[in-house]
């Protein structure tokens, strides 16, 4: 079995349990749609998930390999997106991007990005005179920026990406998602329902994470 | 190599735009070692015995100034996680943003201190020990205070912390940087101050970036 897979991974944050033995497996051109109410741990999967938090137990396969064999060739394949647009308001929307593109060796050329979602006209407009919405669509470009460059990203980890967008906006993502995951792209996105669960729902799986109380939950 | 390039430019860029903070630090050096004479009297003969150590305390205060800020944008708007995501390594990182630091505060310093020696009425055979001392100083205290600016990253009151932490780091640089100085005034050798802080710079360079991506590791999580 390729693509994504956990086995009996958990996460304590501050001495409590966010989860424990999550078993995942998400093949390559599918995406997991996870639900679950606040504090029920999916921002904390998708940081374990990225190798920005350490699991507590329980490991994390890509390919059928373990990811901590190689955590640097774990970084490069994730693409993360939290819930703060990591914007300076200083730069203009192509620095913005071009830095971002630059440091992970992607392609530099980031008009297409731009215009996969419709802030072209914006390319030279420092960042402080953006709106939420504008940012948010500033920050998910750096998805298409991947999307356009030779050896992109493969994982896709989504953290309430469709926040402050607008139903145009939510479109061009949900088409961003489909192209990568008919790509043979994985993408794992947290969600609190809505339109994108909709536009996405042929190419995705839910799962719902349960708020743990006293420590065992999945 | 190409990393730390990138970084380097992107903080230049950000702290050119963002203005203030890198000319706040320069401008409270020079008012502060200014105001000095004004409390103590302006004694030409005192002034050249006491200007060395006045201006070293006061660069100290003056680079602590913007430190605190070195990471805490980065962490607070998501980029340090992007950071470090990507295939630069977290240790090229710290030395980067050190770097960058020093370029925008350091240097300035640098090229401020001549100007105080002449208001401290500083001998003509200080000027040489000043602007080494200053040289080999200042980049130790930009690599030094980004490992307290990393520790104290997502801290409450993180700028009283990071004063607590940093400073005892300083004194060593502050007694033998005033130390050369106060050597040329009198008129003694000052090569062994200077090779003292090339040491100080040297273990700097090597340990600071490492300890600095160990606290910046922690914050992340």
């Known amino acids: ?218 | 190599m190409i990393g730390l390039i990138l970084l380097i430019r992107r903080e230049l860029k950000l702290a050119l735009r963002g203005g203030t903070d890198a000319v706040m630090a320069v401008v409270f050096f020079v008012l502060a070692a200014v105001l000095f004479p004004f409390g103590l009297g302006a004694d030409p003969a005192m002034l050249p015995r006491i200007g060395g150590g006045i201006i070293w305390v006061v660069a100290l205060l003056a680079a602590m100034l913007s430190l605190e800020r070195m990471y805490a944008n980065d962490h607070e708007d998501g980029s340090l996680d992007l950071l470090y995501l990507s295939p630069v390594a977290l240790g090229t990182l710290a030395l980067a943003k050190a770097l960058a630091h020093w370029l925008t505060t350091g240097v300035l310093l640098l090229i401020a201190a001549p100007i105080l020696a002449l208001l401290y009425n500083l001998p003509a055979s200080a000027f040489g020990a000043l602007a080494l001392s200053m040289l080999l100083g200042t980049p130790i205290l930009s690599l030094v205070g980004g490992i307290g600016a990393a520790l104290t990253l997502g801290a409450r009151r993180g700028g009283v912390l990071l004063a607590l932490l940093i400073l005892p780091l300083y004194v060593p640089v502050l007694i033998f940087g005033a130390g050369a100085i106060d050597g040329a005034v009198a008129g003694r050798p000052i090569g062994p101050a200077l090779l003292v802080l090339s040491g100080f710079l040297l273990a700097a360079l090597a340990l600071a970036p490492w300890a600095t991506a160990a606290a910046l590791r922690q914050a992340i999580e």
């Open chain 1, 1 to 218: 079995m390729q693509g994504l897979i956990t086995y009996k991974l958990s996460c304590i944050r501050g001495e409590r349990s966010v989860f424990s033995g999550l078993d995942l497996a998400i093949k390559p051109g599918r995406a997991l749609l996870l639900s679950g109410a606040n504090g029920s741990g999916k921002s904390s999967l998708m940081r374990v998930l990225a190798g920005l938090l350490p699991a507590a137990s329980g490991h994390i396969e890509w390919e059928g390999e373990d990811i901590s064999a190689d955590p640097d060739a774990h970084r490069a394949r994730v693409a993360y997106i939290g819930h703060a647009d990591p914007l300076k308001p200083s730069l203009t929307a192509t620095e913005n991007l071009q830095f971002w593109a630059q440091l992970y060796g992607l392609d530099p050329v980031v008009e297409p990005a731009l215009y996969q979602f419709s802030i072209e006209h914006l390319a030279d407009v420092p960042i402080r005179y953006f709106s939420a919405g504008q940012k948010r669509r500033l920050n998910l470009a750096r998805l298409a920026v991947g999307q356009n460059s030779l050896a992109g990203p493969a994982l896709w980890l989504l953290d309430e990406p469709a926040t402050g967008l607008d139903p145009g906006a939510v479109s061009m993502l949900a088409n961003t998602i489909l192209a990568h995951l008919s790509n043979e792209g994985v993408a794992i996105i947290s969600t609190h329902g809505g339109r994108l669960d909709q536009l996405i729902a042929d190419s995705a799986d839910h799962l719902t994470l349960q708020t743990s109380r006293s420590g065992a939950a999945g």
